[in-house]
């Protein structure tokens, strides 16, 4: 069974400061691996989705890598901004299912 | 908007009354989900469909009964449910069961008295 971990489970930083946010996974034999945004009470914004055969995907100020081989993703939010505080998810996709960590709260300060 | 639409986005209901929460994409996809949201614990996989066919039923309790009449439509009918039950339920939409990026409605936070 598919087990994802994202640490740390909350990251407070000043605003201008980068994120660095991390998934691990114990089955390596993923088909992608996406990141989510979701605000308070809402449902899921997709960020990134990185191919299995990708090592990072890039769009505006947020870089994903991905290490099928040691079961890591990191997520990094270049000089973060308040409007970015939201919780972060990774899912692991593998066929159909997708598999979600417990994902990351980020708050911003201004 | 991402093309997941969920109605309605919230619900209070008692322990014996029959809802249903209704799930609509537009976006031409094949393959349909229901997850549950509960605090602090990560997202719980209900049920899948892929071309109208259920193709996952995660130790889902009977109470919870999801049908797909079209491969836009998707609902999950709620009868006899328990306080535990209260939860944001998310809905989502992939172009076919094994593709790329899964897309989300904004959800219906379910309040189980």
């Known amino acids: 069974k598919q087990e994802v971990t994202q640490i740390p489970a909350a990251l407070s930083v000043p605003e201008g400061e980068n994120l660095v946010l991390n998934c691990s996974f114990t089955?390596?034999?993923?088909?992608?691996l996406q990141w989510f945004r979701q605000d308070p009470g809402k449902g899921l914004t997709s960020l990134l989705l990185i191919q299995s055969s990708q090592r990072e995907q890039t769009s505006g100020r947020l870089n994903a890598s991905l290490d099928k081989s040691s079961g890591r993703s990191t997520l990094y939010i270049a000089a973060s901004q308040p409007g970015d505080s939201a919780t972060y998810l990774c899912?692991?996709?593998?066929?159909?299912?997708?598999?979600f960590g417990a994902g990351t709260t980020v708050t911003v300060r201004a | 908007e991402t093309g997941v639409t969920q109605t309605p986005r919230h619900l209070v209901m008692g322990m014996t009354n029959k809802k249903s929460l209704k799930c609509e994409q537009h976006l031409g996809h094949n393959a349909m989900y229901w997850y549950k949201q509960s605090a602090k614990k990560p997202l719980e996989l209900m049920f899948v469909?892929?071309?109208?066919?259920?193709?996952e039923n995660n130790s889902v309790p009977s109470r919870f009964s999801p049908e797909c009449p079209n491969s836009s439509h998707l609902f999950l009918h709620l009868h006899t449910l328990q306080p535990e039950d209260s939860a944001l339920y998310l809905c989502?939409?992939?172009?076919?069961?094994?593709?790329?990026?899964?897309?989300f409605g904004p959800g219906t936070r379910l309040t189980v008295t």
């Open positions: 989502a939409s992939r172009r076919d069961r094994s593709s790329s990026e899964q897309y």
């Open positions: 089955d390596s034999a993923i088909y992608n």
């Open positions: 469909y892929s071309l109208e066919e259920r193709v």
């Open positions: 899912a692991v996709i593998s066929d159909y299912k997708l598999s």
